[in-house]
């Protein structure tokens, strides 16, 4: 109970730019600079996401403009910037 508790209080959290810039490049590990869904998950799930597979899903369908199944830092900071239902909000 008390991990659902901090959980939700994570969930409408501000993150630094640099911070999920370097959590980013942690979970990048191929040449193009990119993350899969399943890196991407983690990434929310790390920020606390209460759905963190739902978050990324929907973040690669509206995040990806090349609409491969990855993305880029950018497309990811577009999208968080953008989609405020995400819950993260970007500081800079």
Known sequence: M??????RALISQNVKIDEL????EGLATNDDK????EELKQLFDDLGALTPSFMAERAIAYG???GENKISFEELKDLLIQAPQFGISIKT
């Open 64 to 66: 990806s403009k090349k």
């Open 34 to 37: 990119t993350i899969n869904k």
């Open 2 to 7: 008390a991990r659902l508790a901090r959980r």
């Open 21 to 24: 810039k370097m959590m980013f």
